[in-house]
């Protein structure tokens, strides 16, 4: 099953990645990195295809797609 692992230390909560997600799967959560911004957060395994959308525009590189 796919799934999204995030570097909260790389996240800028800028929702660019929750926006693309044509599933849904990314949403910010409550906790926040060490910059202060809230991390985004993988939501579900089973929503995800594993299309490499949201890898692919974060400006951040914080998001790594396994498959
Ligand atoms: S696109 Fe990258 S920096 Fe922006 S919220 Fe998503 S993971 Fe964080
Ligand atoms: S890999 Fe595709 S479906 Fe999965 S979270 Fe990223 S954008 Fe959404």
């Known amino acids: 099953m796919p799934r999204v692992v995030v570097n909260p230390e790389r996240c800028k909560?800028?929702?660019i990645?929750?926006?693309a997600c044509p599933k849904e799967?990314?949403?910010i959560g409550e906790e926040t990195n060490a910059s202060g911004y809230f991390v985004v957060r993988f939501e579900s395994e089973e929503r995800c295809t594993g299309c490499l959308i949201c890898g692919e525009m974060c400006?951040?590189?914080a998001l790594q797609v396994w498959k």
């Open 59 to 61: 400006p951040d590189l």
């Open 25 to 27: 799967c990314l949403k």
């Open 13 to 15: 909560s800028c929702e």
């Open 17 to 19: 990645c929750v926006h």
